[in-house]
């Protein structure tokens, strides 16, 4: 099934379940208008900056971040109500991660805000499996050639984030501005920070 097709008949199916609820009174247009408002406004880059930036400064919530990502990020009020699993998976010197979802366009939103539009693009789920150095170097990140690229492949049930590497110079740097350093291409591993 084309991806084209996919988001098609999701949509048909999302519409006519929208529908259905405004038929038999569960909640209008204007209710669902809002419930998704209100989840986006709080659907930010900034949130997985967040979670990065204390990884960085907490080496305890930093092993529990990569045990268990879901409890993790609940425990900075992130994830509520998300019935994903996150699995977050961390860069180092030897290891590059980057995610993608080769089916659709799975993406812990809440975390990382709306997906770009090349996150979801056709070339670019079906090329980065395949040629991940070469993808990443259009993104401008040239990666040694010693360096090993894992691509890690979201799905309904799991969500991934990176963990990118922590910048050189920045031991004295407090949470915040740790924070402010991380990107939502970095969270996703189309950059390094």
Known sequence: MS????DALISRRVRRLESLLEERGVLSGGDLDEVIDAFLS?????????VVARAWTDPAYKSRLLADGTAAVRELG??????????????????HNVIVCTLCSCYPLRLLGPSPSWYK?????????????????????DLPTSTEITVWDSSAETRYMVLPRRPSGTSSSQE??????????????????
């Not at 709080?42 to 967040?50: E, F, Q």
């Not at 994830?79 to 180092?92: A, D, I, K, S, Y």
């Not at 350093?181 to 591993?189: D, E």
């Open 78 to 95: 992130f994830m509520e109500g998300g019935f994903q699993r996150l699995r977050v998976v961390e860069n180092t010197e030897a290891t």
């Open 176 to 193: 915040a501005e740790l924070a402010a350093l991380v990107t939502r291409n970095a969270l996703i591993g189309t950059a390094e920070v």
């Open 121 to 141: 693009s056709e070339a670019y789920r079906s090329r980065v499996v395949r040629e991940p150095r070469a993808v990443l170097a259009e993104f401008g990140l």
């Open 3 to 6: 991806g084209d097709h996919a």
């Open 42 to 50: 709080s659907a930010a880059p900034a949130n997985g900056a967040r």
